[in-house]
């Protein structure tokens, strides 16, 4: 089980004084979010009128986090609590966490039922046409996809920036009833966050309209299928989501490397903090062996930050804006 440590990025000098002198003990905190962009989120709208923390220990993987009774007791002592509601944090959150809160100190944001209510864009997961089950029969593997009759909507809903404009929306409107004496200076801070969010989506937009290709290939999970639908993109991935694999098989492999061949495609995106580099190296190999060349590049979807992004006060429209710079080239 990995140790939730709460980390705090508002303001980093006092942050990191906060988590050296706390042996034991829980953090205080006005705000705390289980991931990166509920926490980006937050703090592009509070600013300094409440402090803001994210659960997860920097450079760690979202999916494997597990909240330590220390974490629990910060949470309850919070005042707005942001979570996604999807796979990696619903099950614990409504079983360990819900059942402690107290609805009148504490307001819960869940961010995919906000995009629901608010008509956002939710899609299913869905498999990548390069995936091939690995280790497993394949009917096996595919019958019981039949047979999951509950519907699983992919819970990286961030990616989507008109999903990540609502979440902005709600969670100001959250900062606004707990705090009123501060409201104009939120709805100001909201109206600033969301005017760089637009001018991202722009960038996106005239990259993808003046691009030659219109298909992006990740050999790793792919936690961006919002993305890819809201600016009407092609994708490959050796994964959906962000499923567990380690490895993939021989067939998706080879699959991805003609996908890159024929699509003369000059880049292989991996994701940030990725665990499974070993994947594009060896797509990148057969794609050499046919005598093209590509080259490895990051995608940031912004479920957790380095260390060093973190210590910086990287935000995820920064992070998108190196996306857009990524795009422009492995789409040309
Ligand atoms: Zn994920």
């Given at each position: 089980m990995k140790k939730g440590l709460l980390i705090?990025?508002?303001?980093?000098?006092?942050?990191?004084?906060?988590?050296?002198?706390?042996?034991?003990?829980?953090?205080?905190?006005?705000v705390i979010a289980t991931s990166f962009a509920g926490y980006d989120f937050a703090r592009a709208v509070a600013k300094d009128n409440l402090s803001c923390s994210m659960l997860l220990n920097p450079d760690t993987d979202l999916h494997e986090y597990s909240p330590s009774p220390r974490d629990i007791l910060s949470i309850k002592?919070?005042?707005v609590f942001i979570y996604i509601?999807?796979?990696?944090?619903?099950?614990?959150?409504e079983s360990q966490i819900l059942p402690q809160i107290d609805s009148n100190k504490t307001t819960v944001i869940n961010m995919m039922e906000v995009v629901e209510e608010k008509g956002g864009n939710r899609y299913e997961e869905e498999d990548p046409s390069s995936f091939e089950p690995e280790g497993i029969d394949s009917n096996?593997?595919?019958?019981?996809?039949?047979?999951?009759?509950?519907?699983?909507?992919?819970?990286?809903?961030?990616?989507s920036l008109t999903n990540a404009k609502l979440i902005i929306e709600e969670i100001s409107s959250v900062f606004k009833a707990i705090d009123e004496k501060n409201k104009e200076s939120y709805e100001t801070n909201k109206e600033d966050y969301i005017a760089k969010i637009?001018?991202?989506?722009?960038?996106?937009?005239?990259?993808?309209?003046?691009?030659?290709?219109?298909?992006?290939?990740?050999?790793?999970?792919?936690?961006?299928?919002?993305?890819?639908?809201?600016?009407?993109?092609?994708?490959?991935?050796?994964?959906?989501?962000?499923?567990?694999?380690?490895s993939a098989s021989a067939t998706t492999i080879i699959k991805l490397a003609n996908k890159v061949c024929e699509n003369d495609l000059n880049t292989i995106f991996v994701i940030e903090l990725s665990k499974n580099q070993s994947i594009a190296n060896s797509v990148k190999s057969k794609v050499q062996e046919k005598g093209k060349d590509v080259e490895i590049r990051t995608f940031y979807t912004m479920h957790n930050v380095s260390k060093d992004d973190l210590d910086k006060g990287t935000t995820y429209v920064d992070f998108m804006n190196k996306n857009v710079e990524s795009l422009n080239i492995a789409l040309n």
């Amino acid at each position: 089980m990995k140790k939730g440590l709460l980390i705090s990025c508002a303001a980093l000098g006092l942050a990191s004084t906060l988590l050296l002198s706390s042996c034991g003990k829980s953090e205080e905190y006005d705000v705390i979010a289980t991931s990166f962009a509920g926490y980006d989120f937050a703090r592009a709208v509070a600013k300094d009128n409440l402090s803001c923390s994210m659960l997860l220990n920097p450079d760690t993987d979202l999916h494997e986090y597990s909240p330590s009774p220390r974490d629990i007791l910060s949470i309850k002592k919070s005042k707005v609590f942001i979570y996604i509601g999807g796979e990696s944090d619903e099950e614990w959150v409504e079983s360990q966490i819900l059942p402690q809160i107290d609805s009148n100190k504490t307001t819960v944001i869940n961010m995919m039922e906000v995009v629901e209510e608010k008509g956002g864009n939710r899609y299913e997961e869905e498999d990548p046409s390069s995936f091939e089950p690995e280790g497993i029969d394949s009917n096996a593997y595919y019958a019981k996809q039949i047979h999951d009759d509950e519907e699983e909507y992919d819970e990286h809903i961030w990616n989507s920036l008109t999903n990540a404009k609502l979440i902005i929306e709600e969670i100001s409107s959250v900062f606004k009833a707990i705090d009123e004496k501060n409201k104009e200076s939120y709805e100001t801070n909201k109206e600033d966050y969301i005017a760089k969010i637009n001018e991202v989506d722009n960038n996106i937009k005239d990259v993808i309209k003046t691009s030659s290709k219109d298909l992006i290939v990740f050999a790793d999970k792919f936690p961006l299928l919002y993305f890819v639908k809201e600016y009407g993109l092609q994708y490959d991935a050796a994964f959906k989501g962000c499923d567990s694999s380690n490895s993939a098989s021989a067939t998706t492999i080879i699959k991805l490397a003609n996908k890159v061949c024929e699509n003369d495609l000059n880049t292989i995106f991996v994701i940030e903090l990725s665990k499974n580099q070993s994947i594009a190296n060896s797509v990148k190999s057969k794609v050499q062996e046919k005598g093209k060349d590509v080259e490895i590049r990051t995608f940031y979807t912004m479920h957790n930050v380095s260390k060093d992004d973190l210590d910086k006060g990287t935000t995820y429209v920064d992070f998108m804006n190196k996306n857009v710079e990524s795009l422009n080239i492995a789409l040309n």
